[in-house]
């Protein structure tokens, strides 16, 4: 499941920014083994994973960014915390920590985050 999560972010980055991303060389860290390998094969034998990799495909520009993947270990990964629940790095960077508010009842949401 993680690496369709990591898949789909690639997917979501090219997506949005494919305005800005069009003929340049984009440099991708990934620090999931199994998505540097299908973006680097541009298939996959699991259909999900193929199904994504045929919508950034469809979805690219005139003028497709030339992108190069990169991993990163966890370690060196600012978003590992983060996606563990674990923002005590980043928020010493100054990061600031919201917490959401659920638009139908008005309540506070528990938080993600541990501490």
Not at 19 to 30: E, P, Q, S
């Amino acid at each position: 499941m993680i690496g369709l999560v990591e898949l789909y972010a690639v997917a979501v980055a090219l997506q949005h920014w494919r305005g800005i991303l069009a003929g340049r060389r984009v440099l991708l860290f990934v620090d999931n083994w199994p998505v540097i390998d299908v973006l680097i094969r541009g298939s996959s034998s699991v259909g999900t994973w193929r199904d994504l990799l045929q919508f950034m495909e469809d979805n690219q520009c005139e003028e497709p960014p030339f992108l190069w993947v990169a991993r990163v270990p966890s370690k060196s990964n600012p978003a590992d915390g983060p996606s563990r629940g674990d923002a005590a790095e980043i928020a010493g960077q100054g990061a600031k920590l919201c917490r959401p508010v659920c638009s139908v009842s008005g309540s506070v949401l528990p938080s993600f985050f541990r501490g």
